[in-house]
């Protein structure tokens, strides 16, 4: 076996290439929307949706216990069946979802919680069982190596629910319900035909047994654990200084995060390339980690590097950016180094996560990302109370510092 074979015919770097541009593409579109959803919504009304999309964002890993990762981290494995993995994972977010619902129900009966949020829980329990078939359609796209493919289908559901989201504005008054409607109603299209392409290819079985559903929560359930930390890891020094810091620091440094997270977009598009490669190698030689190692390496030197390029351009880009952005928010230049420091030491990261998937090593995954949280959170409380708030990006540096060390000293464990 010649492993160093996609590397010689660039796939992997055009591949790569158009996985961020569709990443860019979809972070993209979704903020276009921003000034047209204000200016139709009052704040209380956009909270609502802000809401609805958080309700989503944590139910996602709950509901389907992040299944599709040991799907992705099969489907190379010719001793499994992976149509009925697929059926498997579908049965148990069918479960999953019947048990939370069931909970909001009861929390919503004995006055735990209001009617509004109930309803907010429901629809987005709903909008998770539509949008799941699609996800497991994406995941094996990338698995079979088509980007472009991959690229298409996912900007077909923003445009599909901007559709949905137009056409019921048009028919009904602006209440911000009927956005989400727009997007369960999307979510419902695109996850149906995703699962009808999933049963013409075979890829469903309408069977589930209990080996396949024990393999999938001892592989999947600490990922949830890993999903949650990861987003809490990201989202600390805005939640600290949202509840210690003013306002005007939070929107500077979200400022901040929206511009260094170009460099995330990248490194998320590399590990989409060459994930399938490595894991596709493994199963069938488990000594093509040796051979990732040294390409992890040598990709993480070039990326701390890269911080030393940016530091000789930073000033040209930052008088760039001034240009777009109002003076009362110049203090977003502050965080800016240290949250593209932070973002290059995640690519970093995520080289090396590969390694940690290909070994099943999820729990161990899972203790580091939500001590790496921990760690996010405390030492951003300690730099706002104790120091200046212009220095809460150099925590999340910190800690996805620690992540990256962590994750990469245990992949070289043999």
Known sequence: MNVTSPFRRNTIIVNSLIYTFGNALNALLPLLLIPYLTNIHTPEQYAKIAFFQMLVFIL??????????????????????INEY?????????????????????????????NEIAFAFYLAIIYCIF????????AILINREEPLRYTAFSLSLFFLSLICILGLYKFAESDP?????????????????????????GYVALRATSNCAKDIV???????????????????????????????????????????SAIGLISVGVNKAITPWLIRNYESDPKTLNYY?????????????????????????????????DNSHVGFKYHLKWIVFGFLINGVYLLYLNILICKKETSILAFITAASSIIGLLSSYIIIV???SNFVAFAMTLAFAFLAFSVAWRAQIQ
């Open 386 to 388: 104790n120091f200046d």
């Open 60 to 81: 996602t890993p709950i509901l389907g216990i992040e299944s599709i990762s040991y799907i992705s981290r099969t489907y190379f494995d010719k001793k499994k069946n």
């Open 177 to 201: 319900y009927l956005r989400v409607m727009g997007q369960i109603v999307s979510a419902f299209l695109i996850g149906t035909t995703a699962l009808t392409m999933l049963a013409k290819s």
């Open 218 to 260: 001892s592989f999947s359930a600490p990922l949830v654990v890993h999903t949650l930390s990861g987003a809490m890891l990201g989202m600390g020094p805005q939640l600290v200084l949202a509840y210690f810091g003013s306002e005007a620091a939070m929107a500077e440094y979200s400022i901040a995060l929206q511009v260094g």
């Open 131 to 138: 949008i799941y078939p699609y996800n497991i359609f994406i």
């Open 293 to 325: 190692r040294v390409f992890a390496r040598n990709c993480s030197v070039f990326l701390l590097l890269s911080f030393l390029i940016y530091i000789l351009f930073e000033e040209y880009l930052i008088n760039f950016l001034i240009l777009f952005i």
């Open 86 to 114: 697929i059926s498997t994972s579908l049965f148990i977010l069918i479960l999953s979802s019947f048990i939370v619902t069931f909970i909001i129900f009861i929390f919503d009966f004995i006055s735990l919680i209001n």
